[in-house]
Nanobody, 122 residues
């Protein structure tokens, strides 16, 4: 089982910035990561894609965060980082790290982190 461990998040005022980190690990098997990214889910809303980074360098962003959020990956460390600036109250949500992975024991699969709360409020 691939595990995704998130860090970062918290409470920030509108216009502020935060950084989220996610690291993937697994024991007893090998795996490769096709994509890593972040989704978010606000109360009463569906989970939505925020940003993703695909092997090879392609990145995708939700329209609502373009120009404010930046995703980066470190393939050697099997990690991803989401830098968020100019945060707005509507960015408030639980943010989940996601990875599309191929393992030597289970083949392809989707894995999720435990979620981290981001609250933008004055």
């Amino acid at each position: 089982q691939v595990q995704l461990v998130e860090s970062g998040g918290g409470l920030v005022q509108p216009g502020g910035s935060l950084r989220l980190s996610c690291a993937a690990s697994g024991r007893g098997f090998s795996f490769s990561i096709y994509s890593m990214g972040w989704y978010r889910q606000a109360p009463g809303k569906q989970r939505e894609l925020v940003a993703s980074a695909i092997s090879g360098g392609t990145t995708n962003y939700a329209d609502s965060v373009k120009g404010r959020f930046t995703i980066s990956r470190d393939n050697d460390k099997r990690s991803a980082e989401l830098r968020m600036i100019s945060l707005k109250p509507e960015d408030t949500a639980v943010y989940y790290c996601h990875a599309a992975v191929v393992t030597t024991i289970n083949g392809p699969g989707d894995y999720w982190g435990q979620g981290t709360q981001v609250t933008v409020s004055s």
